[in-house]
């Protein structure tokens, strides 16, 4: 069992490297929609996105695969997964 199970993760989007593709929002829609500038951005539990450079959302667990699909799967490789408790990168192009 992963020591990142059950930890608490935050997701962000890199908007200068965002393609637009929209692919994490097909994958997780509750967590990324495009915006009117055509880029994603991530949802807070109040469903109001974040655009401020570097907002954080909380990766809810039910949705936690979608949501590494998402990293997985964007051409932008923009979508950062991290630890709360530490910051440290688990999923994404800082992943270790």
Not at 37 to 61: C, F, M, N, Q, S
Request: with cysteine; charged share 30%.
């Amino acid at each position: 069992m992963s020591d990142a199970v059950g930890e608490a993760l935050e997701v962000w989007i890199d908007q200068d490297l965002c393609t637009g593709d929209g692919i994490c929002a097909q994958y997780a829609p509750e967590v990324f929609e495009l915006d009117i500038d055509g880029l994603a951005y991530v949802k807070g539990d109040d469903d109001e996105l974040r655009t401020e450079a570097g907002a954080t959302a909380p990766v809810p667990l039910p949705l936690l695969n979608d949501v590494v699909d998402s990293v997985k799967e964007c051409p932008g490789e923009c979508i950062h997964v991290r630890r709360v408790s530490d910051g440290a990168e688990v999923y994404g192009p800082g992943a270790e």
